[in-house]
């Protein structure tokens, strides 16, 4: 049982390029959701989804896409990166009592 | 909308001293989670409680405490005999109960505070 896996660990981007973070549970999770930490501002919701075909916007959603083809994955896309985007991005599936994170992706736009 | 606020945004103790991270929270749900995480400066978040509205009798977990008092919207929590194992970044969060699964699962969070306990 590994939880929530995400990969990939560190990346680093040039202005422009796109990418997919990928996050996958193994717990049966529905509910999974992405989230960005930036210094000082905590974390922000980014998209969520509540079962395979269903994706919702969060908070901050401008410059990233999901979907959500089965239970286990959540990817996370960026087709434009900026600089902005710099950040470190956290995926999370909820059970019956708690949100359970993943290790995070730390990624740079430069 | 809701909203979490952690005041204090960095706090130094000597170790065994006891220390309390205060969060204030808004919210026009009658019903809703508080939850507390912490990040270790390896950066993972690990869970450490979840109370719900309608509870509010203090909880103790070891050396944790934390205190929900309704009629302040606050949900403190308290280190007692702090150890050096403590430093890291700790996150208030907000989440609504019931309702649909998606609204009811989407946390809030407050900006964290920051502890560093020394010897």
């Known amino acids: 049982n590994a939880g929530v896996t995400q990969t990939p660990k560190f990346q680093v981007l040039k202005t422009g390029q796109s990418m997919t973070l990928q996050c996958a549970q193994d717990m049966n999770h529905e509910y999974m959701s992405w989230y960005r930490q930036d210094p000082g501002m905590g974390l922000r919701l980014i998209h969520y989804s509540v079962g395979a075909g269903i994706t919702d916007q969060g908070e901050v959603p401008n410059g990233y896409n999901v979907s959500r083809s089965t239970t286990e994955d959540f990817p996370l896309r960026l087709l434009s990166a900026a600089p902005s985007q710099t950040s470190v991005y956290f995926c999370a599936s909820k059970g019956i009592y708690e949100q359970y994170f993943g290790p995070g992706t730390r990624l740079t736009v430069t | 909308a809701q909203k979490v606020t952690q005041a204090q945004t960095e706090i130094s103790v000597v170790e065994k001293e006891d220390v309390t991270l205060d969060c204030v929270y808004e919210t026009r749900d009658t019903t809703y989670y508080l939850f507390w995480y912490k990040q270790p400066p390896s950066g993972e978040l690990v869970f450490l409680i979840r109370?719900?509205?309608?509870?509010?009798q203090n909880e103790i977990s070891g050396r944790y405490s934390w205190n929900f008092q309704k009629s302040t919207s606050s949900f403190n929590f308290t280190i007692t005999a702090s150890q050096v194992v403590d430093s890291a970044v700790y996150f208030c969060a907000l989440s609504e109960a019931g309702g649909r699964t998606g609204t009811a699962s989407k946390l809030t969070f407050g900006t964290g505070t920051r502890l560093q306990v020394t010897l």
């Open positions: 109370r719900n509205s309608f509870d509010e």
